[in-house]
């Protein structure tokens, strides 16, 4: 069964460090989406993105976030100087459509640790 | 604005009970979609079920059921004859757009 697959599972980071988290979203999906869980909290939206741009992205997604699809398959988020707070599970997610858009297929998730 | 709430923090039931999981949303979409999804401890998060805003009709499967009522926003999730192995955390979520905003979840624990 097709998945969608995330890595690091886990990554620890100073404080201040760049972290790029990586999604391998399933292949003939064409929606792309970013979420995060801090710990023991709801699931909430960051971004989504299409046709090789963003098409909506929270109130969280700031200047220190940006996602790329560097080539046909890898969907990434990057943090450009990590702070505590962005401690959390970021789920990757992929979906097949917008008029329909189906349950969205979610990562095993990355976990990042600011200390 | 969109908005998902799911009242309930915790439910505790003893296995073989019924459980029922209240979820009421917000939504300026006339168009839109709702889901269940099941956290277990392990992290992962689970797709349950998906019903668009066109179709009210009850869904059943297995000992999952979902009442979607459009009148009152909510689209609640009943568990029959629960089980140990339904302890999670379940989230209620709506999407218009590009968007899909989840509730707060409700934690569900069943004893045996």
């Known amino acids: 069964e097709p998945e969608v697959t995330q890595t690091p599972s886990h990554q620890v980071t100073q404080m201040g460090q760049e972290v790029i988290l990586r999604c391998v979203p399933i292949s003939n999906h064409l929606y792309f989406y970013w979420y995060r869980q801090i710990l023991g909290q709801k699931v909430e939206f960051l971004v989504s993105?299409?046709?090789?741009?963003?098409?909506?992205k929270s109130e969280i997604f700031d200047d220190q976030f940006s996602v790329e699809r560097p080539d046909g398959s890898n969907f990434t988020l990057k943090i450009r100087s990590t702070k505590l707070e962005d401690s959390a599970m970021y789920f990757c997610?992929?979906?097949?459509?917008?008029?329909?858009?189906?349950?969205?297929?979610f990562g095993e998730g990355s976990r990042l640790t600011v200390l | 604005a969109q908005k998902v709430t799911q009242a309930q923090t915790e439910i505790s039931v003893v296995e073989k009970e019924d459980v029922t999981l209240d979820c009421v949303y917000e939504?300026?979409?006339?168009?839109?979609?709702l889901f269940w999804y099941k956290q277990p401890p392990s992290g992962e998060l689970v797709f349950l079920i998906r019903r668009n805003s066109f179709d009210e009709q009850n869904e059943i499967s297995g000992r999952y059921s979902w009442n979607f009522q459009k009148s009152t926003s909510s689209f609640n999730f009943t568990i029959t004859a629960s089980q140990v192995v339904d302890s999670a955390v379940y989230f209620c979520?709506?999407?218009?757009?590009?968007?899909?905003?989840f509730g707060a979840g409700t934690r569900l624990f069943v004893k045996a």
């Open positions: 997610a992929s979906s097949e459509g917008r008029v329909a858009p189906g349950e969205l297929f």
């Open positions: 939504t300026r979409d006339t168009t839109y979609y």
């Open positions: 993105f299409y046709n090789n741009e963003i098409s909506e």
């Open positions: 979520a709506h999407t218009g757009g590009f968007k899909t905003i």
